[in-house]
């Protein structure tokens, strides 16, 4: 791991990624004073880029904080750590999620259900307090109520990034905005596990993870994003963090530490080469019958393990039972039997019981009522079987 | 309309499968992390789950493997498993320590 400068904590702590920042920083402020919670933001969201099927979990903004959703995710990570790092503070002795991940794994995270997506808006207006009546807001905060926006941060040191097994994912060299690569993600949902915000999600319908994506064609375009354009009394704005360093008119606040975070931000430069394994002595390890045979033009193997559970789904947290048979692509080289090596490569074939799936979505939420889109023709992907 | 909300579609990404595709599909690695589809390939195969036991046939032309498998040459082979209720996805799998000979005779 490389040390990197966490410019919020103010100390140097270990990254996946040697440091290195983009020449602007994509930002978003939420003016917390102005947020009702009308979800204009995660409608406007919603609308413009997850219209597709699978996507039914995915929102690039929500508010909040609610007891069935955020503020539980935030538990369950704080319970993950050993020691929290204690905000307020200059200087921490807490470590991150990258310090205290255990091992064999990248970020100290942990992979959200279906049930964790199922009810984002129960208990939005709950208090956790009460709180007298008539009280004035005085210092320091007695019980007070407050909506909390929650988007993509495309922090400075992305968990997501960090996690990517293939390095799926980037963080853009010219505006600090993390995409993950859709050409490139095999929806191992190790980012989504790793994102302590929760915002990449699994898409069962592609197979790969999804996360907000700043409205880059936007912001390319010299436009806003949806969510700032269309929320309610002008409570979100987005740009870079200069821009806000700057005071932008009708924005009274700055960003706390955007001169530092001004600096630079990481871009992945190596791509970490860890595998976790399962022991071939572990009791667990599947025991694999092989026979094969061929015509001259094809060849067919056959695979037999005992497996306790048929796993032919994948959605938010559910895996996909699979197999692979693998052989050196040259006669003359010796590659690992790990995923050869650079020079000495292997083909592979990969079954996955989840393709032999014809429809997910339906499998996955079987009373589910069929989705009606708003779009002329054909319903856009409505289910898989549309898209064959 | 539809490719521009399935990013992952639109982009030829292997891992999207349509239903008249098959469940399998031919890729090369160079390391971990690597794994990437090779064009136009071939590939068949079918899985069936019965009494407690995966039975899966996975079937490709043998040019498709590579210069390495030929019909009575010595070459290597190795396997790997996956199980989703453990999880198990890319380098979490249950995999072969060494490879086995393979002669196609």
Known sequence: MARVYNWQLGREMSYWYPESRPKRQFAAVFDTNKCIACQTCTMACKTTWTSGGGRSTCSGTTSRPSPTASTRWLRRQAARHARRPVLGRRRVRGQTIFESAPAGERVLGWRPEEQDYAYPNVGEDDCAGQVEKGAAFVEPHMN???YLARICNH????????????????????????????????????CVKGCPYKKVFFNPMTGTSEKCIACFPKIEQGSSRSASSTASARSAWRGSSREARSGAPGQPHRLPGARAQDR??????VRPGAERLLHPADPRAARVKVRALHDGAWVAFRLEWRDASKDELFGPSQFSDAAAVQVPRDPNTDPSPMMGQPG??????????????????????????????????????????DWS | LELSYAPARNVHNPNFRGTTDAPVFVGEAEMFGSLTAVEEAQADGRGEYNDGKWRVVLAAPIAMLGTAARVGRESKVA?????????????????????TKFVIE
């Open chain 2, 79 to 99: 396997f790997a498993v996956w199980e989703g209720r453990a999880q198990n996805a890319g380098g979490r799998k249950m995999r072969a320590e060494q490879w």
């Open chain 1, 144 to 146: 007070w109520f407050f």
């Open chain 1, 155 to 190: 922090c400075t040191y992305p968990a997501c990034l960090a996690s990517c097994p293939r390095g799926s994912i980037y963080k853009r060299p010219e505006d600090g905005i993390v995409l993950v690569d859709q050409g490139r993600c095999r929806g191992y949902q190790e």
């Open chain 1, 344 to 385: 000495s490569p292997v083909r592979i074939l990969y079954w996955k019981a989840a393709w032999q799936t014809a429809d997910m979505l339906a499998a996955l939420h079987p009373n589910k009522p069929p989705t009606d889109y708003p779009f002329e023709g054909d319903r856009p992907c409505a289910s898989r079987a």
């Open chain 1, 264 to 269: 630079a931000a990481p871009v992945p430069a």
